[in-house]
């Protein structure tokens, strides 16, 4: 059942973490599924890590760190196939 209840305006912080969850989520139920048909796509996605970079500018930009955490995911999921 829903809650219909109207719900008072979020910290925009708080509001962006919910979405990032829920993203994350989301795409790695259907990398998940697709990977069970196709799993070769996980080793795509794994020659693709070098190719991704941090968009933050400055000293808080960590390209590896960016890499580090898709690799355990991609890790995960090969666990899972």
């Not at 109207?6 to 795409?27: F, G, S, Y």
């Not at 069970?36 to 960590?62: F, T, V």
């Amino acid at each position: 059942m829903t809650d219909h209840t109207p719900t008072p305006p979020l910290d925009p912080v708080v509001e962006a973490r919910r979405r990032e969850m829920a993203t994350e989520h989301l795409l790695f139920g259907t990398i998940r599924f697709l990977a069970q048909r196709h799993p070769e796509l996980l080793d795509e996605l794994d020659a693709s890590l070098d190719h991704l970079w941090d968009k933050a500018e400055g000293e808080a930009r960590d390209d590896a760190a960016v890499r580090k955490i898709a690799g355990r995911i991609v890790k995960s999921l090969r666990a899972e196939s």
